[in-house]
């Protein structure tokens, strides 16, 4: 007589393990989120503390820095937030849809790539009250009523991230960098961009911002135009690979 074992107990406990593995993963972007730029070790501390969860190594804060957009490895070693990195930046929008103060929908193009990775991961206080939070499975940021500025359609907003607020406001001709400013945060965005990613499936938006961060932490710290027009030297058949990051990854 043969006697029959179920796996059920096998993906159970496959199951659980894969579970208990990403929450270590998304404990370290908590705990980087928390910390601010920390050493590995510090992280693995911060991470077992929020979760009361021993089992969190240095290699999971190497996993999830590998995986996680939101994270990034500084010049000095130590692991930084995409919410410190981008303190002070300015992301230029042009509407396509006519906005208003009784608006609460903002549609996500690529260039605003990394504030909805944020958004994704929670919610983004506003400077003017209330939180704007992730949508339509992060393709959309959704205020309260008041927090879109009264705009039609082609007209630019700014999307202004400081001391983790966002305050997003109107945008004129007269609000843009210089014709040299201009040109010199084009210039790196470029090459950064044909260094990273015209090769294969193209670069990921929040990953090109990182890595331009990384080179000048004051860049974009004005309104300039949105990023595809930044872009313009990488050419329409390569610029067309620019993408938001897949999902999948640790939030």
């Known amino acids: 007589?043969?006697?029959?074992?179920?796996?059920?107990?096998?993906?159970?406990?496959?199951?659980?393990?894969?579970?208990?593995?990403?929450?270590?993963?998304?404990a370290v972007e908590r705990a980087a989120y928390a910390a601010g730029p920390a050493s590995r070790a510090r992280l693995v501390l911060w991470a077992r503390e929020?979760?009361?969860?021993?089992?969190?190594q240095v290699d999971h804060v190497d996993e999830a820095v590998r995986r996680s957009p939101l994270l990034h490895r500084r010049a000095d070693g130590r692991i930084g937030h995409l919410a410190d990195l981008l303190d002070g930046i300015v992301l230029v929008h042009r509407v396509e849809t006519t906005t208003s103060t009784r608006?609460?929908?903002?549609?996500?193009?690529?260039?605003?790539?990394?504030?909805?990775?944020?958004?994704?991961a929670r919610p983004l206080e506003l400077r003017s009250?209330?939180?704007?939070?992730?949508g339509r499975g992060g393709a959309t940021l959704l205020g309260p009523p008041g927090w879109l500025p009264?705009?039609?359609?082609?007209?630019?907003?700014g999307l202004r991230w400081r001391s983790r607020r966002l305050d997003v406001v109107a945008v004129g001709p007269g609000d843009l960098a210089g014709s040299a400013e201009h040109a010199r945060t084009s210039a790196l965005l470029v090459e950064l961009a044909c260094t990273v990613g015209c090769v294969g499936h193209g670069v990921a938006v929040t990953e090109l911002l990182t890595l331009a961060r990384l080179v000048d932490p004051q860049l974009l710290g004005r309104?300039?135009?949105?990023?595809?027009?930044?872009?313009?030297?990488?050419?329409?058949?390569?610029?067309?690979?620019?993408?938001?990051?897949?999902?999948?990854?640790?939030?």
Not at 150 to 157: E, S, W
Not at 233 to 251: E, N, Q
């Open 1 to 26: 007589m043969s006697t029959r074992h179920s796996d059920a107990p096998v993906r159970r406990t496959a199951t659980v393990d894969t579970d208990v593995h990403r929450a270590r993963l998304v």
């Open 50 to 56: 929020l979760t009361v969860d021993p089992g969190v």
């Open 103 to 120: 608006r609460r929908e903002l549609r996500v193009r690529g260039g605003l790539d990394p504030l909805a990775r944020l958004a994704g």
């Open 129 to 134: 009250g209330g939180v704007a939070r992730a």
């Open 150 to 157: 009264d705009r039609g359609t082609g007209d630019l907003i």
């Open 223 to 251: 309104p300039h135009l949105p990023l595809h027009a930044l872009l313009d030297g990488v050419g329409p058949d390569r610029r067309r690979h620019l993408r938001p990051v897949p999902d999948g990854v640790p939030r």
